[in-house]
């Protein structure tokens, strides 16, 4: 009885080694597969994010060069802007003192036809 129970002890203690031994190569196979998942999710990702630097970089540069020109457009009509200011100003100041001459001639005139 004695040798019938170590019997069948040995014959449980073999079943869970080999139910052991299946579980662990059961968990390796997994675990190499979950590995090489993340492994290729990870050149995935460098791969995105070069590829997000690249695109960003040729927007970054087109928005730089597109700033540039909007600046050098707005400083060429600003120039023209104040130039036209200034004629406007000098045309305003020139029949300011036109009128101005006209107006005291007329006085003059005036003052002296009363005076005679």
Not at 15 to 39: D, G, N, P, Y
Not at 76 to 82: D, K
Request: no cysteine; net charge negative; proline share 0%.
């Amino acid at each position: 009885m004695e040798i019938e129970s170590q019997e069948q002890t040995k014959q449980i203690d073999e079943s869970h080694l080999a139910h052991v031994k299946e579980l662990e190569t059961s968990f390796q196979t997994k675990m190499a597969i979950e590995v090489a998942r993340f492994q290729k999710l990870q050149e995935d990702l460098e791969r995105e994010r070069e590829e997000w630097s690249k695109q960003y970089k040729i927007v970054d540069e087109r928005h730089s060069h597109e700033t540039e020109s909007k600046r050098g457009q707005f400083e060429i009509t600003r120039a023209e802007n104040e130039e036209e200011r200034n004629r406007i100003m000098v045309e305003k100041e020139t029949e300011f003192r036109s009128t101005n001459k006209i107006s005291k001639g007329s006085l003059e005139r005036a003052s002296d036809q009363q005076n005679d």
